[in-house]
């Protein structure tokens, strides 16, 4: 049996290693599809200790690439996304990329750079896959998207974002006073949704969940009734059965997902009416972002964002620093769920932490174990 140490939480040693053996190794949500419309739209991130890029081509098709110039390397491009136009020119000294990675020139090249082999000098590639309409990249240039993928690819799939009538609410980041994992251990936790979120979830308890294994990956559901699980409360179980239920989708024998964790930082919610996507990025051992972008039906596409505890309307951040009442007070499961890691954080922190027992079972916190245990293999410990 493997479980984090205190360590794991609280040492930079560790999230260094985390960066390079995790993040650095790992599919990294980018944008969805229709996010990049048009030739030359990009998006650019940090995947571990890799600056990365993914642009549309002309073709319409998707390219990955390491976002340094093959000169100095200086970042290609600034900010993490927009239109590049027809080339990717380096600020620093103007050697100029074609779309499709090619080194197409550079300043004074017959002069300074008489031997240079052009069509050596192109920018390295980086993996990009994409599913349900969600891309995807990869820092290794080899990286098999189908494997990483495959587990959960044939499984019941919530929405369709390409094909669905959902529209974007809302995208928010929350600044949160606590180590990436902590929130992730809390998200894959059945075995508190009955008590910290008693007035607002209100459930369900251990026997009424279930989180399953799907390689690396998990999905949670609720609600087991005559051999279907559903992941919603009773009184919509039956708009739920009925939105699975077209052409394409049978309401029988479905397991439907409520909430789908992919490894080792994305989580995705859904229910018949919306879609929800979050990403953790690790900023330091004690705090963390998680990116949010929302998606729902026309009667529920709204901006809420002004009604979420610990927003002030200045910017997308949302932090327990602007909270105006005591999270168990405000009526927002989000908003206790933050609430817990930072106070969680700041136990794990004493020296005099130690990990007790986990509750046992799929339905309480054996899928914390799997996350460690994944997580560990991940980092040949």
Not at 153 to 173: I, N, Q, V, Y
């Amino acid at each position: 049996m493997i479980l984090l140490p205190r360590e794991a939480y609280v040492e930079m040693s560790w999230q260094k290693r985390e960066k390079s053996k995790i993040f650095s190794d790992s599919w990294s949500f980018v944008a969805l599809d229709s996010d990049l419309p048009e030739e030359g739209d990009f998006r650019a991130l940090m995947c571990g200790d890799y600056p990365l890029l993914v642009l549309r081509l002309a073709d319409g098709s998707l390219a990955g690439y390491q976002n340094i110039c093959r000169h100095r390397g200086t970042l290609l491009v600034e900010g993490g996304k927009g239109n590049i136009g027809k080339a990717m020119i380096c600020p620093y000294h103007r050697w100029t990329y074609s779309l499709n990675g090619q080194l197409r020139g550079a300043p004074n090249m017959s002069s300074c750079f008489p031997d240079m082999d052009r069509s050596k000098m192109g920018l390295k590639p980086a993996s990009v896959g994409v599913f349900q309409d969600m891309i995807f990249v990869h820092p290794d240039p080899q990286a098999d998207f189908e494997s990483w993928i495959a587990p959960i690819a044939d499984k019941a799939w919530p929405h369709d974002l390409s094909a669905s009538d959902l529209r974007e609410s809302k995208s928010l980041t929350y600044d949160m006073k606590c180590n990436w994992k902590v929130f992730v251990e809390n998200a894959i936790d059945g075995y508190h949704l009955a008590y910290l979120h008693e007035n607002t979830l209100g459930g369900p308890t251990p026997d009424e969940n279930i989180w399953k294994r799907h390689g690396d990956h998990m999905i949670w559901y609720a609600m087991d009734e005559e051999g279907v699980r559903h992941s919603l409360p009773a009184k919509i179980r039956k708009e739920f059965a009925d939105w699975w239920s077209k052409p394409v989708k049978s309401a029988e024998n479905i397991e439907f997902g409520g909430v789908y964790f992919l490894f080792p930082n994305i989580l995705i919610t859904a229910t018949p009416y919306s879609f929800s996507l979050s990403w953790l990025e690790p900023v330091s051992t004690s705090r963390s972002l998680l990116h949010v972008r929302h998606w729902a039906g026309t009667e529920q596409a709204r901006d809420e964002r002004k009604f979420i505890p610990g927003y002030n309307g200045d910017s997308d951040i949302i932090s327990s620093d602007n909270w105006k009442q005591h999270p168990l007070e405000t009526g927002d499961f989000q908003t206790e769920d933050v609430w817990i890691c930072e106070r969680n954080q700041r136990g794990l922190e004493s020296p005099a932490f130690e990990i007790g027992a986990l509750a046992e079972g799929p339905g309480a916190e054996e899928p914390i174990r799997w996350f460690h245990e994944t997580l560990a293999e991940a980092m040949s410990l």
